[in-house]
């Protein structure tokens, strides 16, 4: 897969929103560009998971606008491109009855279009997107049944049936414990460096992020800071982001 | 003789439409479980009672009545929720009171109906008529059809509405779409079930299915087999014993599912977690 690190796959425009008249997001823009992996933090109630959802047309900005792959929000139609791990896939029903397979067979299925069944190509990459995220040999369970960690690489692989361009992934280590998340670090960079997938990961865990990503967006309503992650750890953008005494707190970890 | 072949005409029809029923009701019970919408079943059936009221005040068939009322509220129950102006459970518990106080005004004016409402709200092999069974028939082809066609965007939906979304799914339209065959479900499930015991019939079924803790496709598939040997044994039973065969075929539910919840450990086993 061919990159080009020019090309604009999401773009904000001057963004702002607000629940009522509590304002979340101000004045917000940001470019994300093929095959980046960006990071996206902030501390809690920063508005970075209403950024994630209006970058997915989940909600409406109060003013200003969002293009992904150059088309405005209300004309993108090619949501196949769009991969998503959300934050509830770690607190989605427990007793949902689905199997590992079932669950991923729903990344195809936007894909596949509606009044169609999957078809054998489309078992074919189910399959595959298993083996990615090394969770094959358990198809048949139910997603009930897995540990956090397991469940994740099982949203991870729904996310990649669909064949997408870029991956939203909304918080995905809460609750994962550090091994796993190491591993889920790993395969993370795999799919930026060898599938040449854009990612945009939501976090507020800065120092682990900091380390993983090629660029960090960091929002407190405002975007406090946006590049490359050595950048922002030399300056004093914690500061602005979380108050004074980020840098003991990040020192005692 | 004669009165053997009386029996046997009804209870005939008694059996169509139970199976159709049946086959049915786990399609749409799937989803209202999954998605807790399991109350919305009880709602629409309190609609239903009033549009039998008003197809008795008007002399037409109430269960056409009941259908149209069923469906209207289905719509404006589902726009009260999406809207987020009230709670989604205060939109039903508005709509279940309110139906059933003109239910209530209804039967009142007509100074009761010359016929047994009881068999309405608790069901009768009795009440189907000719016409219901053709009625019943095709709203179960089309509901089957239209379930088959949509399966794969409910089971997306129901597991995760927001991911369905961002996939391109019309999550409203369908949203709108299946409230609309709920309703459609809950109505013509009035004759053999009746009004107050529909509920039980789209719940159970599914709820003892999921004991088993199978993918969705098999538990779909238990969940049809308990419900139509148990609609079919309910229907013999109402009709041996002479007893309301709404009763019969819930009772006979819930034994299953007392004892599959026996048989796999105990209900704290199982929702204990949620």
């Given amino acids: 897969m061919s990159l080009d690190h020019t090309k604009n796959i999401i773009e904000v425009n001057d963004v702002s929103f607000s629940y009522g008249n509590v304002p979340a997001l101000k004045n917000i823009t940001l470019v994300i560009h093929q095959g980046d992996y960006v990071g996206v933090i902030g501390p809690n109630g920063s508005g970075k998971t209403t950024l994630l959802k209006i970058m997915l047309g989940l909600l409406k900005p109060s003013s200003g606008q969002v293009r992904l792959f150059g088309k405005p929000l209300s004309r993108f139609r090619e949501w196949s491109k769009i991969g998503y791990v959300p934050q509830k896939a770690i607190n989605f029903d427990p007793l949902f009855p689905s199997t590992v397979r079932e669950v991923v067979a729903m990344g195809r299925y936007g894909k596949r279009g509606l009044v169609r069944w999957l078809n054998k190509d489309d078992q074919e990459i189910i399959d595959r997107s298993l083996r990615q995220v090394e969770m094959f040999e358990y198809k048949d369970r139910l997603i009930g049944d897995l540990s956090s960690g397991q469940q994740q690489r099982v949203f991870i692989a729904r996310a990649l049936a669909g064949e997408p361009e870029v991956i939203f992934l909304d918080e995905p280590t809460v609750g994962v414990d550090v091994k796993t998340q190491e591993q889920f670090y790993t395969l993370l960079e795999q799919l930026n460096k060898e599938l040449g997938l854009t990612l945009i990961l939501i976090s507020h865990d800065i120092d682990v992020i900091a380390s993983e990503v090629t660029e960090l967006a960091c929002i407190n309503q405002t975007l406090v800071y946006h590049g490359e992650p050595k950048e922002f750890v030399k300056g004093d953008y914690l500061q602005k982001l979380y108050g004074k005494n980020i840098r003991q707190i990040l020192h005692d970890h | 003789m004669l009165f053997d072949i009386f029996h046997y005409s009804f209870i005939v029809r008694g059996l169509e439409a139970g199976l159709l029923i049946a086959i049915i ?250």
């Fill in chain 2, 25 to 274: 009701a786990p399609l749409i019970g799937i989803f209202l479980v999954l998605r807790r919408y399991s109350l919305i079943a009880d709602t629409l059936s309190h609609v239903s009672l009033a549009g039998v009221a008003i197809g008795l005040l008007l002399k037409v068939n109430p269960l056409f009545t009941a259908l149209g009322a069923s469906a209207l509220s289905s719509i404006a129950i589902e726009r009260l929720r999406t809207s987020k102006k009230i709670y989604g459970e205060t939109a039903l518990s508005i709509f279940l009171s309110g139906s059933l106080a003109l239910a209530i005004v209804l039967i009142g004016l007509a100074n009761g109906f010359n016929v047994d409402l009881f068999s309405y709200l608790f069901g009768s092999i009795l009440t189907v008529r000719q016409t219901d069974i053709y009625l019943i028939f095709s709203l179960t082809v089309i509901i089957t059809i239209l379930l088959t066609i949509f399966y794969k965007e409910l089971v997306y939906i129901s597991f995760d509405e927001e991911a369905a979304r961002v996939s391109g799914i019309p999550v409203r339209l369908f949203n709108n779409l299946f409230i609309l065959l709920a309703a459609a479900t809950v109505a013509i499930a009035i004759p053999i079930i009746g009004i107050l015991l529909i509920s039980a019939l789209l719940v159970l079924p599914v709820v003892t299915a999921l004991q088993f803790k199978k993918s969705f496709k098999i538990t779909l598939l238990l969940a049809e087999v308990i419900s139509i040997s148990s609609v079919l044994a309910g229907i013999f039973t109402s009709f041996y014993l002479n007893v309301s065969s709404g009763g019969a075929i819930v009772l006979i539910m819930l034994a299953v599912f007392v004892l599959v919840l026996a048989m796999k450990g105990g209900p704290t086993h199982s929702l204990g977690k949620r």
